[in-house]
């Protein structure tokens, strides 16, 4: 009897030592005598130690920050760049057959990739053109990392960090581009007001009668104001110029 309570024993606790439950988003890699036997789902499971052992493998998405790097663009400026990426597991079996740690190795390989495609650009490029180059940087990684049983779904630029001097320069540039266009609309303005007034110019010279109407109307907008000023249009100073010469000459010794 001491006998089998003592193999019973031997039994429950090795059973507790071979259970393995997997959540919904692990995998376990088994190894048979150091061979690898097969891929384990989520749930219960059991592992003949010491003959099997299991590597779990997660397969959510992982979010890797890419630490901030000095990059030389290829117009000869420096910055400091910093990107995530987001990558998960496909493939089990080789994410840990084929590589050591996958996840420190795509951390190398990103930051690698980040320099050497952020150095085949412009400055100006850069800013302007930010989703193609996290596109061509994604691509890049992905490449590398597919024998590694992994997928990279995405990878952003997040922060790009300028010198203080290039800060300065393309606030002046900036500054001088809101000049420019600040005086190409006050050009056009000038230009259509001038317009305008040519075509008034050339309506009241076929009617005259309109400029005397339009002084009559200036004449009783200033007249609302409560001003001492007097207006004296220009055509009727020159109706009394010629009203004090006819008078002169009627009252000239005949």
Avoid: C
Avoid at 26 to 45: H, I, Q, Y
Avoid at 119 to 141: A, M
């Amino acid at each position: 009897m001491i006998l089998i309570y003592f193999l019973v024993l031997v039994a429950i606790i090795y059973a507790a030592v071979s259970i393995r439950v997997l959540r919904q988003y692990e995998r376990g890699v088994v190894f048979l005598l150091g061979k690898f036997e097969s891929v384990r789902g989520p749930g219960l499971t059991l592992i003949f130690v010491p003959f099997q052992q299991m590597v779990r493998v997660a397969l959510r998405t992982v979010t890797m920050q890419i630490p901030s790097q000095k990059i030389i663009t290829r117009d000869n400026v420096s910055i400091d760049i910093a990107a995530v990426a987001y990558y998960h597991i496909t493939d089990p079996e080789r994410a840990v057959i084929a590589i050591e740690n996958v996840n420190n190795a795509i951390n190398q390989i990103s930051q690698t990739t980040v320099r050497n495609v952020v150095g085949r650009f412009s400055l100006d490029q850069l800013l302007s053109d930010t989703s193609s180059i996290n596109e061509q940087i994604k691509n890049v990684i992905d490449m590398h990392t597919e024998p590694w049983g992994t997928q990279v779904t995405a990878v952003e630029i997040k922060d790009i960090t300028l010198p203080e001097n290039m800060q300065r320069a393309m606030a002046k540039e900036a500054e001088a581009e809101r000049e420019r266009r600040a005086k190409i609309v006050a050009a056009q303005g000038e230009y259509q007001a001038a317009v305008k007034l040519g075509e008034a110019a050339d309506i009241i010279s076929q009617h005259p009668v309109a400029l005397q109407l339009r002084t009559l109307q200036t004449m009783a907008e200033i007249s609302v104001e409560r001003n001492s000023t007097i207006i004296f249009p220009a055509q009727f100073m020159t109706t009394v110029q010629e009203a004090i010469a006819l008078l002169s000459k009627d009252s000239a010794p005949r």
